[in-house]
């Protein structure tokens, strides 16, 4: 009977934590704490946070935490659940709250970049302005030096533009060449030799209206032209179509070289352009400088509120923070049997 009731005494005991309250529970994870704090400023203060101390802290707390989950009775199972969760929700914040620097760098940054993105574009505009002046002037060069070969292509280019068959012409060249016998049963020998005929009419009003077609455009290309008269008449030398000249051994579009002409022959606009582009590159590269360095300055300041007690918790005591919420994990009372 005696034996019964001790073997039944010893059971209970080996039930940990059983006779521990939940309030009780608390106060000794909060001695716990203490314990863990304590090892944090003696760490931080005389070995400078060393990784070493660190890891034997951690090594020491978990051995401690296995003692208690098998021995003692003071750590209440729900206690530590409490505390181990609020302590994580507030690491949460402490994270947070420590991470508004890199926060605060991503949106600057972000910012800035559309400031950099408008000074590419900027030098962008002003490299392709500087490649097309260099282009037309090559261009005005050559028609300076081919002034007279210029203006007999020129001249070409317009008349074949604007001198063409009659609309009755066109339509007989155009019938001369898709003419084809239309056999079938209900034709006569009479209707198909009256095809025929017609084809043969178109022929020969097609030749005759090309052959004074070409004498017409050569005499009006003997007639010679200025640059003045290209000048006056650019628009419509810009949209003559197949407008390639050839000059020397080199051929050219009539419409950059009126381009060259009408738009980069006056160096004074030319210049007047070039200070609009350049002033908006240093206007671009000054708010993109202004930006970098307004980033750098706040960033420092950022830094500097961030030096608080909160950084330090964060920096320097979240690692004692944690080791004690897991090993204090380890330590709930638990069953142990191998």
Not at 132 to 146: C, P
Request: glycine content about 6%; aromatic content about 10%; proline content about 1%.
């Amino acid at each position: 009977m005696f034996s019964g009731i001790k073997q039944s005494e010893s059971q209970t005991a080996e039930v940990p934590g059983e006779n521990t309250t939940f309030c009780q529970g608390l106060l000794y994870c909060g001695g716990y704490f203490l314990c863990i704090a304590i090892t944090a400023v003696i760490g931080h203060t005389a070995f400078e946070s060393s990784p070493y101390y660190i890891s034997g802290a951690a090594l020491v707390s978990v051995i401690i935490a296995f003692r208690f989950s098998l021995k003692s009775k003071f750590f209440h199972k729900e206690a530590v659940d409490a505390l181990y969760y609020s302590a994580g929700i507030i690491g949460v914040l402490v994270f947070f709250a420590h991470q508004s620097i890199e926060r605060f760098e991503l949106e600057q940054t972000t910012a800035l970049k559309s400031i950099g993105k408008s000074h590419i574009e900027a030098l962008d505009q002003l490299e392709n302005f500087e490649l097309t002046v260099s282009q037309m002037q090559k261009l005005l060069s050559i028609v300076s030096e081919n002034t007279n070969a210029f203006l007999r292509e020129a001249r070409r280019v317009e008349v074949n533009a604007t001198t063409r068959l009659s609309p009755e012409d066109a339509a007989a060249c155009g019938r001369a060449m898709v003419f084809q016998v239309q056999l079938d049963d209900t034709q006569t020998r009479q209707e198909i030799f009256q095809q025929q005929i017609q084809r043969e009419l178109d022929s020969q009003a097609c030749d005759k209206a090309t052959q004074a077609l070409g004498v017409e455009r050569n005499l009006q290309i003997s007639q010679q032209i200025n640059l003045e008269h290209i000048m006056k008449n650019a628009d419509a030398f810009r949209n003559y179509g197949s407008g390639t000249i050839v000059i020397g051994s080199n051929s050219f579009e009539l419409s950059e070289i009126v381009r060259a002409l009408t738009d980069f022959q006056d160096a004074a606009s030319t210049n007047e352009e070039r200070a609009k582009l350049e002033s908006a590159v240093h206007k671009t590269k000054k708010a993109f400088d202004e930006g970098k360095s307004a980033i750098s300055s706040n960033i420092t300041e950022e830094k500097q509120k961030s030096s608080t007690v909160l950084g330090m918790l964060s920096l320097y005591f979240w690692p004692y923070v944690l080791i004690f919420l897991l090993s204090l994990k380890i330590a709930r009372p638990m069953k142990v049997s191998c």
